[in-house]
């Protein structure tokens, strides 16, 4: 038998092959590659999805952090606070600006900040909130909102990998000072290459973020301030045009997905399947379980011996990564959920097409790895 990949995008391709090459021949045969015009209405089309008013497409999500960052005037000397248990990127946006990232445990039930550890963290260097809506799971917007309101600070939407996902009925992403997302091609909305998008309802940050992606003007050879070059290419944003009418349905594919994996993987001891949340829409960028008493490892092995690939998101808590590791004797970040998770987290097959008998099959194995036959 084939084995099962984690994610596969093959479906997906066969399915849309005939738009996305015409939409590919077409740019080629306008000979508009940088800035055309399906960069414009990606544009409008996505902001009318999201229910924002602007939104700037870019070169990476990693970009749109950066820019977002950027735009809302933050830099040296002050202080974000964001999540350790995330991709590097999150963390490594707000250095990149000249700020520091500080560093707040995350819930055991969602993977995302816990609102209950952030009042405490806070200083009068902090400028900003970067809550993660990590797996797809919306992160508590209302209390991280209700802080930011309270203290007077930004707050930035990593929605990388919950593209189409909800808080009690609105987009991700518009309910901050700004969203950033990702379109690297495994995202829920996935470009087939890099690719980006800054979104806000404020214009003169969006103007800001539309002169960092062009060199720091919106005008050639008139610039501003000192800018990057982060343009979404004309080929990724016909793309995504083509893809983005079928992310509700395919988001409602991953939920049904995960819906069969929760019925069939609820009860086995060893196992904690992801929390429903009463206030989130998840959309399952990736299925995550928890693997307890030490045996995440074993049961990884386990299943890729039976041809069933699996990925941990993340292995190492971004506080602990090299980069950020104690200097001068200063004592070592404890921060006992992240930690613990890292040590536990399992993120099983998942994607919008899977054919039920690839899942029927990761779903046995489990089971075999359990000791369930």
């Known amino acids: 038998m084939s084995n099962v990949p984690v994610f596969e995008v093959n479906s997906e391709v066969e399915l849309l092959w005939n738009e996305i090459m015409e939409a590919v021949q077409g740019v080629i045969r306008s000979g508009k590659f940088i800035m055309g015009p399906n960069v414009t209405a990606f544009e409008e089309e996505v902001a009318a999805y999201l229910g924002v008013k602007y939104a700037v497409a870019l070169n990476s999500g990693t970009d749109a952090l950066v820019i977002a960052l950027k735009a809302l005037g933050i830099g040296p000397g002050d202080e974000v606070i964001t999540t350790p248990f995330t991709f590097f990127a ?141 343009r979404l290419d004309e080929i990724q944003a016909a793309i995504l045009r083509v893809k983005l009418p079928h992310i509700d349905h395919w988001n409602e594919n991953r939920r049904g997905i995960a819906r069969k994996y929760d019925d069939q993987l609820h009860g086995i001891s060893e196992i904690v399947v992801p929390a429903e949340l009463p206030y989130a829409k998840h959309v399952y960028h990736q299925y995550t379980v928890r693997i307890l008493n030490g045996r995440r490892d074993e049961f990884q092995r386990h299943l890729s011996e039976l041809g069933i690939s699996t990925m941990v998101y993340y292995p190492t808590p971004v506080h602990r990564l090299p980069v950020y590791q104690p200097l001068n004797g200063k004592s070592e970040l404890h921060l006992p959920v992240s930690e613990t998770l890292a040590d536990e987290v399992l993120s099983l097959p998942i994607w919008p097409l899977m054919h ?18």
């Open 90 to 230: 999150t963390a490594e946006a707000i250095g990149q600006v000249g700020a520091t990232p500080i560093f707040v445990d995350v819930e055991e039930c969602s993977y995302n900040l816990d609102p209950n550890k952030m009042e405490e963290k806070i200083t009068s260097r902090t400028k900003a909130i970067m809550p993660v809506h990590l797996y797809g799971q919306a992160a508590d917007m209302d209390e991280i909102r209700r802080l930011a309101a309270k203290y007077k600070l930004f707050v930035v939407e990593d929605v990388a990998q919950a593209f189409g996902g909800e808080y009690k009925g609105k987009k991700l992403g518009t309910l901050g000072d700004a969203g950033c997302f990702s379109f690297f091609p495994t995202k829920n909305l996935g470009a087939y290459g890099d690719g980006g998008l800054f979104v806000t309802q404020d214009e003169a940050v969006a103007q800001i973020a539309r002169k960092l992606r062009t060199h720091g003007g919106i005008n050639k050879y008139r610039n501003e301030m000192l800018g990057y070059n982060s």
């Open 356 to 373: 039920p008998e690839k899942q029927e099959r990761a779903i046995r194995s489990i089971r075999e790895a359990a000791g369930l036959r």
